[in-house]
């Protein structure tokens, strides 16, 4: 599972955040968090993409502001669906499979 958004920031620069696994699941359990494949429908999406792309950010090393003081700098987020990917991992040693039904 990975999400692509484009950020422009206010002084005109632009970049591309990957949105991993750790950020859904930070995401998830934050207070206005909802679950990952509800974010489009949410009532709050562009929220959502802010933050999961300033935790994706802040997670690599990349900001180290709040989020406010970061949302201050951007222009604009939205999601690159060319570079977005939905996929289920394959099933890892020591996990079991699920026995048919």
């Known amino acids: 599972m990975k999400s692509v958004f484009d ?18 699941s930070a995401w998830e359990r934050q207070p206005d968090g909802c679950a990952s494949n ?9 929220y959502a993409m802010t933050w ?17 003081e970061w ?9 690159n669906e060319k570079k977005t990917t939905l996929t289920i991992p394959p099933a890892t040693p020591g996990r079991r499979k699920r026995q048919p039904a």
């Open 38 to 46: 509800q974010i489009d429908t949410s009532s709050r999406p562009l």
């Open 52 to 68: 999961l792309s300033w935790h994706s950010l802040v997670r690599r090393g990349d900001v180290a502001a709040s989020y406010e």
């Open 7 to 24: 950020i422009e920031y206010a002084d005109g620069t632009r970049m591309s955040v990957s949105i991993g696994i750790a950020d859904f």
């Open 71 to 79: 949302l201050n700098t951007v222009e604009s987020v939205a999601p």
